[in-house]
């Protein structure tokens, strides 16, 4: 299912606001009572929150599909977004009360054997539905981190344009949901747009990590020409 809103919008900001509009809708009509939705973190995610205008008052869950990231901007990471995704519909929702990355994989092991989190990553991996965007490295300091492979990444897991999983230093070292439990869920509903993210979807498009693709115009006509491309 992809659905492509035209781009009229002159800013980056303006055309993650309409997106996150079109996604909010979309999102009202999939949720019911039985829901269990898992909440990724960023820009887009946010801005899909702040639009959500419903009047269903049903009991969905949404739970964090990774540990608390490091941003500048609490309001953008999943623990706060599950928080207000959740009070919008009158729904309950849970923490993971640990960070995205640790020192170790033995600290990862330990922490996720913890009754909270282990509570929250196993109701994560039963999911109905995954909230989420993609992220590009073109701009990023990932790129001091990662082989010269790597296009994107899906809850903080690495992927080549084919949507190959690229090992990295600290993916042992996260706490949050597997890469393959990512592609198991029922529906993966990705919000991602801007050109410059048109590579980092078609490697999630290409690896089968995402259901749903919501996008804008620019993006799309730079995901079917790199597509024609490779």
Not at 94 to 119: C, G, W
Not at 146 to 153: M, Q
């Amino acid at each position: 299912d992809v659905r492509v809103i035209p781009t009229k919008e002159t800013t980056g900001t303006l055309v993650l606001q309409k997106l996150g509009e079109v996604a909010a809708y979309y999102l009202d009509n999939l949720l019911d009572e039985h829901t269990i939705l898992g909440m990724s973190w960023g820009n887009t995610m946010y801005h899909t929150v702040k639009a959500v205008k419903t009047s269903k008052n049903i009991p969905i869950t949404v739970v964090p599909i990774m540990g608390a990231a490091n941003v500048r901007k609490p309001e953008r990471d999943s623990l706060d977004l599950s928080k207000e995704l959740a009070a919008a519909y009158g729904g309950s929702y849970y923490y993971i009360y640990a960070p995205l990355f640790v020192n170790s994989v033995e600290v990862r092991k330990s922490l996720e054997e913890e009754p909270n989190i282990k509570q929250c990553l196993d109701l994560a991996r039963h999911a109905d539905i995954i909230l989420t965007s993609v992220g590009s490295i073109e701009y990023k300091s990932w790129k001091d981190y990662l082989s010269t492979t790597a296009v994107g990444h899906i809850g903080g897991h690495f992927y080549d344009q084919d949507g190959n999983e690229v090992k990295t230093p600290f993916v042992g070292k996260m706490i949050g949901l597997g890469i393959q439990d990512i592609k198991k869920t029922k529906n993966v509903v990705c919000v991602a747009g801007l050109e410059m993210k048109a590579e980092a979807i078609l490697g999630a498009i290409r690896g089968g990590y995402i259901k749903t693709l919501i996008t804008d115009e620019s993006a799309a006509k730079k995901i079917l020409l790199l597509n024609r491309e490779s």
